[in-house]
């Protein structure tokens, strides 16, 4: 399966790629699937994850929030991320198109080397002001306070797409125009369950796209695309670029 994939991969003009949790799982950081520990053992990401969470318990989020942000600050990208980083720049090295559609939050596809990176549920490193909109990337864990405070005063909240926000417009038509021109479409470590960015393999496909997808467990998606491999994309990416880079 391995072998078929890269000989998928190999040929194509207009690669697109979408990660979510999983690829940053052996980076240290838990996926959404992972039950919630510690203080937060009670709760679920979905119900802690929404604008109606942090009206009502704005403390209480921005805590859970910030100290994600922390754990971030001590996480690293892991040989997944590396691979996805060498492989853009193998397609842009041989004039193809590479996008990079993600749904996390954590930057480390950044932080390794990832330029084409379309963030479709924005990063918790950006803190938005609620009354002015104010935003800034703070890199300094943790804050002193929580929620933060903006020089107007305002409430500041993380610079993510909560459940029922709208994703921002402009990711979502880079992501609608990538999809549309795109040949080949691999989903990573995503359980294929939050919309839009679930239903994204079918925009593929519907316009003949081949569609690969690698995750530890199965999902939704599974049985759709024509190809799905399961394993750790921290083990199977650097496996699968090693051979599309080294062998012309
Ligand atoms: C919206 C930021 C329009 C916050 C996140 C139909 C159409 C439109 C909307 C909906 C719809 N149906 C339902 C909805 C509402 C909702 C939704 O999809 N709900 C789900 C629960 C059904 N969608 C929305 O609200 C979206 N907004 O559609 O706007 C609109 C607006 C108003 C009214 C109507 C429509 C906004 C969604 C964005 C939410 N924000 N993140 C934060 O980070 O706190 S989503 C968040 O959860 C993550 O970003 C991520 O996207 C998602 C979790 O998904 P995954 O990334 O896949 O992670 P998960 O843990 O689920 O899976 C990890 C996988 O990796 C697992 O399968 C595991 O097996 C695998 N794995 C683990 N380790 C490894 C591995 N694989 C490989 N290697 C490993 N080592
Ligand atoms: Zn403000």
Same mark, same amino acid.
């Given at each position: 399966?391995?072998n078929e994939?890269i ?9 697109v =790629?979408?990660?979510?949790?999983? =690829? ?8 959404? +699937?992972?039950a ?5 053992? %009670?709760?679920?990401?979905e ?9 009502? %318990?704005? *403390? ?9 942000r ?5 996480c690293?990208p892991n040989p ?5 980083a060498?492989?853009?720049?193998h ?7 590479? /996008?990079?559609?993600t749904? %996390?939050?954590?930057?480390?596809h ?15 490193w /950006? ?7 104010r935003?800034?990337?703070? +890199? =300094?864990?943790?804050f ?8 107007c ?7 993510v797409?909560?459940?029922? *926000? ?6 979502l038509e ?5 999809l549309?021109?795109?040949d =080949? ?8 369950i939050?919309?839009p ?17 690698? %995750? ?7 049985g759709v /695309?024509?190809?799905?491999l399961?394993g ?9 670029? *090693?051979q ?5």
């Open positions: 399966m391995l994939i000989e998928c991969v190999r040929p194509a003009r207009s690669l =790629v979408l990660t979510g949790a999983g =690829v940053s799982a052996e980076s240290g950081i838990p996926t959404f +699937r992972d919630l520990t510690g203080l937060w053992a %009670n709760f679920r990401a119900e802690l994850a929404t604008p109606e969470a942090f009206a009502r %318990n704005p *403390e209480m989020v921005a805590r859970w929030y910030d100290e994600r922390a754990r971030c600050a001590t690293v997944g991320h590396h691979a996805l060498t492989l853009e720049r397609f842009v090295d041989t004039g193809r198109d590479f /996008v990079l559609l749904q %996390n939050v954590d930057r480390l950044q932080r390794a080397g990832s330029q084409r990176v379309i963030e479709l549920h924005g990063t918790l /950006v803190w938005r002001c609620i009354d002015c909109g935003e800034r990337e703070e +890199r =300094v864990v943790p002193a306070s929580h929620p933060p405070r903006c020089e005063g305002g409430l500041r909240r993380p610079g797409v909560w459940f029922g *926000e709208m994703l921002p417009a402009d990711a880079q992501a609608y125009t990538a549309a021109g795109c =080949v479409f691999l989903s990573l470590g995503t359980s294929a939050v919309e960015a679930a239903s994204f393999v079918y925009l593929a496909r519907d316009r003949g796209a081949t569609t690969i997808e690698i %995750n530890l467990q199965s999902t939704p998606i599974s /695309v024509d190809h799905s399961s750790k994309t921290g083990e199977l990416l650097p496996q699968i670029v *090693e599309l880079v080294m062998k012309i």
